[in-house]
């Protein structure tokens, strides 16, 4: 299967901050990204260029990626439109991240277009990054399964992928917004869309909505995916999907990892993230929902 080093993204700044409901001080943001970037995660999706009027918690976005930005680390944003890429590259962005969701109408509800619009955002896009250094990848939204719509064949996911390719994406994230996937279904997926698309790097963004995070994300690692997202103490969820919860939880997974001696690229310091999230669950003022800062690490000796 080649190499097994795996890398992953932080998505607290954007996925994680968008479900916040109270506003998070600029500073106290920064902070705990930084907390992030200093414990070794060198990818960050730190926010959104999107509507203030749909997610009032990102308007920050523009001083967040100037506070960020350093020669060490990629700093990634989410963006759902041509608005979104234009105010994005004009911050200065290392990666734009596109979403588009594989169902209709979770795509109306979330970015206000159809499919077929979204895919003809991604060739604008990609036509106003031609002379930038900046990468672009696409999430797909919804992959897995629908709060709405219910349950797609993955041939659904594919000719969406075919389209993308042929306007030159070969970086996708398929995500599982609301939870809606299972080990089984994950390899599957991932098996066939390995094969059809072998260029294409793919990342997964799972959501621990029906407490299946971690054993899809193991499924995905055991399939052959090396890239995966996930957010500080497992916070996180899209606001306009129904019954969204958090991410598979960043320490967590470095944990499980490190537990399985699954180098993670570049090295982490797992006490230093832990520390983090406990400020985070400070600052947040509620329970978070990781394991590993409640219980500590598998290897620290607890009983007497
Ligand atoms: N950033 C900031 N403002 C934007 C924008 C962007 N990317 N895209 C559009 N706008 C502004 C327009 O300038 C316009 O402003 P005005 O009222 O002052 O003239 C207004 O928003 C409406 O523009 P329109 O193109 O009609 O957008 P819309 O109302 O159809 O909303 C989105 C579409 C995509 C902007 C909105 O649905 C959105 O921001 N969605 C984000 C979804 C999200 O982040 N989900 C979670 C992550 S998966
Ligand atoms: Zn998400």
Redo the contacts with the bound molecule.
């Keep these: 299967m080649g190499n097994s080093e795996v890398y992953l993204t932080d998505v607290t700044g954007r996925d994680g901050f968008?479900m916040e409901k109270d506003w998070i001080e600029t500073e106290d943001k920064r902070l705990i990204l930084q907390g992030i970037i200093d414990a070794g995660i060198k990818r960050i999706e730190a926010t959104?260029?999107?509507?203030?009027?749909?997610?009032p918690q990102l308007k920050d976005a523009k001083e967040i990626v100037g506070s960020l930005k350093s020669e060490e680390i990629t700093v990634v944003a989410?963006?759902?439109?041509v608005?979104?890429a234009e105010?994005a590259l004009k911050s200065g962005v290392d990666e734009i991240n596109f979403?588009l969701s594989i169902s209709e109408t979770h795509n109306r509800k979330?970015?206000?277009h159809t499919v077929r619009e979204s895919l003809e955002e991604v060739y604008s896009i990609q036509k106003l990054m031609n002379s930038t250094q900046t990468v672009l990848n696409v999430s797909l939204?919804t992959t897995f399964g629908c709060p709405f719509e219910g349950k797609f064949n993955v041939s659904k996911v594919s000719s969406v992928i075919d389209q993308l390719m042929y306007n030159g994406v070969d970086k996708v994230t398929l995500a599982d917004t609301t939870g809606m996937a299972n080990p089984k279904k994950i390899s599957h997926y991932i098996t066939t869309l390995r094969e059809a698309f072998p260029v294409v790097q793919f990342s997964l963004h799972l959501h621990n909505t029906r407490g299946m995070g971690l054993v899809n994300l193991l499924a995905g690692y055991n399939a052959g995916v090396r890239h995966f997202d996930a957010s500080l103490g497992g916070i996180g969820g899209?606001?306009?999907a129904p019954g969204a919860t958090g991410n598979v939880c960043l320490e967590d997974v470095v944990h499980m990892f490190m537990e399985m001696g699954v180098p993670i690229g570049p090295s982490i310091n797992l006490k230093k993230l832990i520390n983090t999230s406990k400020k985070m669950e400070e600052i947040l003022g509620y329970k978070l929902p990781g394991q590993v800062m409640k219980a500590g690490t598998a290897g620290e000796v607890i009983a007497n």
């Design positions: 968008q959104s260029f999107v509507s203030p009027k749909s997610i989410l963006v759902p439109n608005k979104g105010n979403v979330n970015v206000n939204g899209c606001p306009f």
